[in-house]
């Protein structure tokens, strides 16, 4: 029994890591894609869509990261520090 709860602890552990690396990718999505776009509003929307999997919103992602010659790899480079702050209230 002990060593499936540690399995079950281990597990969930991942879990919570994954949701707050979600949380800052999604944060950080929203601040370059507010560079690029230059409406908060439709960055916000579109880095939403994007973190749910929406196919329309990760094909314009795509699109966009493509003309701004930006790739997924800096975005993560850029969250990866933000995740302890991730998923926070935002003021």
């Known amino acids: 029994m002990g060593t499936r709860r540690h399995h079950l602890g281990w597990r969930a552990?991942?879990?919570i890591k994954v949701n707050v690396m979600n949380c800052a990718?999604?944060?950080e999505m929203e601040e370059?894609?507010?560079?690029h776009l230059g409406?908060?509003?439709?960055?916000?929307?579109l880095a939403t869509k994007w973190a749910a999997g929406d196919p329309?919103?990760?094909?314009?992602?795509?699109?966009?990261?493509?003309?701004?010659?930006?790739?997924?790899?800096?975005?993560?480079?850029?969250a990866m520090p933000?995740?302890?702050q991730a998923c926070g209230p935002r003021i």
């Open 56 to 78: 329309r919103a990760v094909e314009k992602v795509d699109k966009l990261f493509a003309q701004a010659g930006l790739t997924m790899d800096a975005l993560v480079a850029k």
């Open 25 to 27: 990718a999604r944060d």
């Open 13 to 15: 552990l991942r879990r």
């Open 39 to 45: 409406d908060t509003g439709r960055a916000e929307k």
């Open 82 to 84: 933000h995740t302890s």
């Open 32 to 35: 370059m894609l507010g560079t």
